[in-house]
């Protein structure tokens, strides 16, 4: 069975940090595309941040470049989120996703083709 298990959400102070962890099992997502999206209340959902499996090139969204860092560990099969300098707008629920595909495109942070997602995992930022 392919799964996505998103973990590392919490609440923390503005200007805090965060680093987010996507476990995969029942595949290894080594070259695949991977992304980070989020959704707040009221909104839709966006890409954040995302790295394409063919070259390992990232990919950000305007208002987290410099603060986001996407990263894997193909060895434990897991994918990161790093957030810093996190602001109250950061505040959404964090999903983790898969597209099945080295070239799977990656632009201003949003992973096209994702079709595994994790079942995401709550930011919360307040003082």
């Known amino acids: 069975q392919f799964q996505l298990v998103a973990s590392g959400g919490g609440l923390v102070q503005p200007g805090g940090s965060l680093r987010l962890s996507c476990a995969a099992s029942?595949?290894?997502?080594?070259?695949?595309?991977v992304g980070w999206f989020r959704q707040a209340p009221g909104k839709e959902r966006e890409g954040v941040a995302c790295?394409?499996?063919?070259?390992?090139?990232?990919n950000y969204l305007d208002s987290v470049k410099g603060r986001f860092t996407i990263s894997r560990d193909n060895a434990k099969n897991t994918l990161y989120l790093q957030i810093d300098s996190l602001e109250p707008e950061d505040a959404a629920v964090y999903s983790c996703?898969?597209?099945?595909?080295?070239?799977?495109?990656?632009?201003?942070?949003?992973?096209?083709?994702?079709?595994?997602w994790g079942q995401g995992t709550q930011v919360t930022v307040s003082s």
């Open positions: 996703a898969v597209a099945p595909s080295p070239a799977a495109l990656c632009i201003a942070g949003q992973l096209a083709g994702a079709t595994l």
């Open positions: 029942g595949f290894a997502f080594g070259s695949y595309g």
């Open positions: 790295l394409r499996g063919e070259d390992g090139s990232t």
